[in-house]
T-cell receptor, first 114, second 113 residues
Framework: DQQVKQNSPSLSVQEGRISILNCDYTNSMFDYFLWYKKYPAEGPTFLISISSIKDKNEDGRFTVFLNKSAKHLSLHIVPSQPGDSAVYFCAASDRIQGAQKLVFGQGTRLTINP | NAGVTQTPKFQVLKTGQSMTLQCAQDMNHNSMYWYRQDPGMGLRLIYYSASEGTTDKGEVPNGYNVSRLNKREFSLRLESAAPSQTSVYFC????????????FGAGTRLSVL
């Protein structure tokens, strides 16, 4: 059973428009949610996170929204730029004994078209 | 300013061979992790080490062993490689504070024939 799901394998958006990436989870004990961005042949890089006690976090062009009742989070990128083309992973954090176990979604490949 | 360094970057093994993937971090982080990424499945946790001297199983530990050599280094060993272990392996580290951010290496692409 997949605890974190990204149901859209790919998304194509025009440059300058808004990109919205979605993520659903099943475990209400997750304490943090994170978005990572991954380019080919590189490791994932941290983008933005949100605590389970918040419903919105904003950092420049990136905003993450958390709807705990629906167990849903989304990443908004405004405006979208060609350099945003990458695979985006949603991850949920379960802290155990000082370590942080991340559960990842399958990823969404975002393509920004000029 | 290296962050998390993984070696090797690529490796091809024959079924039954063994190898060790190396990982080192220079951020003085307490916790380290090994993941594998397969197509369409995201990243899955193999093993983690909450602090020097401790290791624990993650979601997919079968066929792997780990060693937390010191605070900086965390290695992953495949004793008898199988084709099902063909994957991209990522090492990550994090501090024990509240930011919950893991920092990843560039990955090791492993093929088992």
């Amino acid at each position: 059973d997949q605890q974190v799901k990204q149901n859209s394998p790919s998304l194509s958006v025009q440059e300058g428009r808004i990109s919205i990436l979605n993520c659903d989870y099943t475990n209400s004990m997750f304490d943090y949610f994170l978005w990572y961005k991954k380019y080919p042949a590189e490791g994932p890089t941290f983008l933005i996170s949100i605590s389970s006690i918040k419903d919105k976090n904003e950092d420049g062009r990136f905003t993450v929204f958390l709807n705990k009742s629906a167990k849903h989070l989304s990443l908004h990128i405004v405006p979208s730029q060609p350099g945003d083309s990458a695979v985006y992973f949603c991850a949920a954090s379960d802290r155990i004994q000082g370590a942080q176990k991340l559960v990842f979604g399958q990823g969404t490949r975002l393509t920004i078209n000029p | 300013n290296a962050g998390v360094t993984q070696t090797p970057k690529f490796q091809v093994l024959k079924t039954g061979q063994s190898m060790t993937l190396q990982c080192a971090q220079d951020m003085n982080h307490n916790s380290m992790y090994w993941y594998r990424q397969d197509p369409g499945m995201g990243l899955r946790l193999i093993y983690y080490s909450a602090s020097e001297g401790t290791t624990d199983k993650g979601e997919v530990p079968n066929g792997y062993n780990v060693s937390r050599l010191n605070k900086r280094e965390f290695s992953l060993r495949l004793e008898s490689a199988a084709p099902s272990q063909t994957s991209v392996y990522f090492c990550a580290s994090s501090d024990s504070g509240g930011r919950n951010i893991q920092y990843f290496g560039a990955g090791t692409r492993l093929s088992v024939l």
